[in-house]
């Protein structure tokens, strides 16, 4: 047994010996199995995973806890880190459900309305340019029904502003914009959270990434960020780098090393955002990535997964009112096959709610949004940069995961599910998490 390997057979016993505990009593150690069949997943050599972290609760509880790996792959001589309760991962668009947070936080102060025409906080007229009449609001940006794509961009580097780029003559406008009518058309966009980015800090007076923390971090108790700069040193040492077996426009190569892909500080420490000494509050929100570049921990998305689980409380305190929960989980649309009025992904988006996705447990010919046969459930997933993420919960029962894998080791596209658009090893992953909540409930 390796060191490394020793250090996270300590860490996982030591973390849930309690979750053994109770396996125990009913004559078999369920936590145990569940860990062994983790470790296999995180090792396949078929589709290998760099690292992997996982959280689990039941009727709002945490009931198991896991890491797997390592958050910096050994290379070059240098060893290996292992990823631990504390590792940050680029968590990807589960970053969307953090921002959605935040704006519900803004309604409830009565800084913001999730129906108010966006361009009074943004100083000028937001509009699709083919419909000029309808207004653009949070609650159609939150939903993907605003008419925007990422045709023109996500990102744009100061002094570049939205004004510049989506306003009435907006160098962009002519690609950013879709050919139908906000409302009614699902298209999943990025460049909606640069917008929603914006309009908070307009709302709030205040830089976006100072706003997450003070507004959603800080009062969950999560440690990250947006800016791997601005990290405390502690947290900066926990990053996990993000990796694929890959290097870009290349065949992918299992056998071969693992490619970094973000995050990676080893040789150097990341460096701070250019031009925030002259930003101007709501001119560019899309600069600090708030469509996905959110660092987090799996523990961290433990504290909001238990908190929307206890419909708005954390620790006691009131952090969203349950009407705000329930504002969240509201469905807006759903895919119509008949109409065609969305864009599903390869079937993987189905319904969503405002700022948060609907799993309905659709499967068809082995595409769908299906997490685990027969269960509903509201939240998020992400992927990007190798990275798999996903925060999910299903109320009624109470139930919860949360989980970060941080590379992608063979070409999700030839290792395809067998009943979802979920690359194999996410949906076997799913299974797994979700099949220990649901037996212990049986």
Request: with cysteine; charged share 20%; aromatic share 8%.
């Amino acid at each position: 047994m390796s060191e490394l390997q020793r250090r996270q057979l300590l860490m996982a016993l030591g973390a849930w010996g309690a979750g053994s505990l109770a396996g125990a009593a009913d004559g078999k150690d369920e936590a145990a199995e569940l860990r062994q069949a983790l470790q296999a997943l995180q090792a396949d050599p078929a589709n290998p995973l760099p690292g992997l972290a996982v959280l689990c609760v039941r009727r709002g509880e945490v009931v198991f806890e896991a890491q797997f790996g390592e958050r910096v792959v050994a290379a070059e001589g240098r060893p290996g880190l292992p990823v631990t309760p504390d590792t940050l991962f680029r968590i990807a668009s589960v970053t969307k459900l953090v921002v959605a947070l935040g704006v519900m936080r803004l309604v409830e102060a009565g800084r913001l309305s999730l129906d108010e025409d966006v361009s009074e906080r943004l100083g000028f007229r937001f509009r699709n340019p083919r419909f000029p009449d309808i207004p653009i609001t949070l609650r159609l940006l939150l939903s993907h029904r605003a008419g925007l794509t990422d045709e023109g961009g996500i990102f744009f580097e100061l002094p570049n502003s939205l004004e510049a780029l989506l306003g009435p003559q907006g160098s962009i406008g002519a690609k950013a914009w879709a050919s139908w009518a906000p409302g009614g058309h699902f298209q999943y966009t990025n460049l909606n959270y640069g917008v929603i980015a914006s309009v908070m800090e307009q709302a709030a007076g205040q830089r976006f990434d100072r706003l997450i923390q003070q507004w959603v971090l800080g009062p969950l108790g999560a440690a990250g960020g947006f800016d791997a700069a601005s990290l405390p040193p502690e947290q900066l040492a926990q990053l996990a780098t993000l990796y694929r077996k890959q290097v870009e426009g290349q065949p992918w190569k299992t056998e071969g090393p693992w490619v970094p892909q973000t995050d990676d500080f080893s040789r150097e420490p990341p460096k701070p955002l250019k031009g925030l000494a002259d930003y101007k509050l709501g001119s560019n929100g899309t600069l600090f990535g708030p469509q996905g570049r959110l660092r987090i921990s799996v523990r961290g998305m433990g504290a909001i997964l238990q908190m929307l689980l206890a419909g708005g409380q954390h620790r006691g305190q009131a952090f969203l009112s349950p009407a705000s929960i329930a504002a969240l989980c509201t469905e807006q649309w759903r895919y119509d096959a008949k109409t065609a009025n969305g864009n599903t992904w390869d079937g993987i988006y189905q319904a969503w709610g405002v700022g948060l996705q609907h799993y309905l447990d659709r499967s068809l010919d082995g595409r769908g949004d299906r997490l685990y046969p027969g269960l509903e459930a509201w939240g998020h997933c992400g992927f990007a940069w190798g990275l798999r993420s996903g925060l999910m919960f299903d109320a009624g029962r109470g139930n919860g995961i949360a989980y970060a894998i941080s590379g992608t080791g063979a070409d999700p596209d030839l290792h395809r599910a067998r009943e979802s658009s979920f690359p194999g090893f996410e949906e076997k992953l799913h299974r797994l998490l979700w099949g220990h909540l649901m037996k212990a409930q049986a």
